[in-house]
């Protein structure tokens, strides 16, 4: 069974440019997580959806941020306009369930704006 | 307002000795804890978790052990190995929360020979 993926793994914008992340959870996990790493700090929630739908976006930075799971399938996080701030490593992570049940954290996209 | 603190960034320990990571956390509402495992440029694997209603969880090499009064947990891992060298993040939820995990700075843990 494949695990959580990302795309990409690495990407490298300019201040003020679009960068659209992705993240395709493990088959049948209706969970999907949005977590951010800034330098080497606390992996931070940014937001969770069941299946298609925001259960908690509490963690979104700000608005220059938009989540979506159209279909309840695969995610996307757009960064749109990209800030200095906003560079770091975002993780997304899938569930079978939510509450105690174990996230599974994809590799990260490393985000640097320049 | 970081509510789960890992106040050692770095903890040095020789093979086959036992390595202790400590967490502390300010959220009384907190009931389910976890160790998540990273390697450089992979994602945090789940290692254990301790629901609140316990004091010990042990997994092999690995037991936490939670002291809910002093809002503290830590991670004993005996013996030590190289493949151990990673960074440790300690999380905590709330079972109202829906999974939203929050996690700690880290502890980077190096296993030397």
């Known amino acids: 069974e494949a695990g959580v993926t990302q795309f990409p793994s690495h990407s490298v914008i300019e201040k003020g440019q679009t960068v659209t992340l992705r993240c395709d959870p493990i088959?049948?996990?209706?969970?999907l997580y949005w977590y951010r790493r800034v330098m080497g700090k606390e992996i931070k929630f940014l937001l969770h959806?069941?299946?298609?739908?925001?259960?908690?976006e509490s963690g979104m930075p700000n608005n220059r941020f938009l989540a979506e799971r159209t279909g309840g399938t695969y995610s996307t996080l757009k960064v749109q306009p990209a800030e200095l701030e906003d560079s770091g490593v975002y993780f997304c992570?899938?569930?079978?369930?939510?509450?105690?049940?174990?996230?599974?954290f994809g590799p990260g996209t490393r985000l640097t704006v320049l | 307002d970081q509510q789960v603190k890992q106040n050692s960034p770095s903890l040095s320990v020789q093979e086959g000795r036992i390595s202790i990571l400590n967490c502390d956390y300010t959220?009384?509402?907190?009931?389910?804890f976890l160790w998540y495992k990273k390697y450089p440029a992979e994602g945090p694997t789940f290692l254990i978790s301790i629901s609140s209603i316990k004091d010990k969880n042990e997994d092999g090499r690995f037991t936490v052990f939670l002291n809910k009064s002093a809002k503290h947990l830590s991670l004993h891992i005996v013996p030590s190995q190289p493949g151990d060298s990673a960074v440790y993040f300690c999380?905590?939820?709330?079972?109202?929360?829906?999974?939203?995990?929050?996690f700690g700075a880290g502890t980077q843990v190096v296993v030397t020979p």
């Open positions: 959220n009384s509402m907190f009931d389910y």
């Open positions: 992570a899938s569930s079978q369930a939510s509450g105690q049940n174990t996230q599974y």
């Open positions: 959806f069941v299946k298609e739908s925001k259960q908690d």
């Open positions: 999380a905590a939820t709330r079972d109202d929360s829906w999974g939203k995990l929050q």
């Open positions: 088959s049948g996990h209706d969970n």
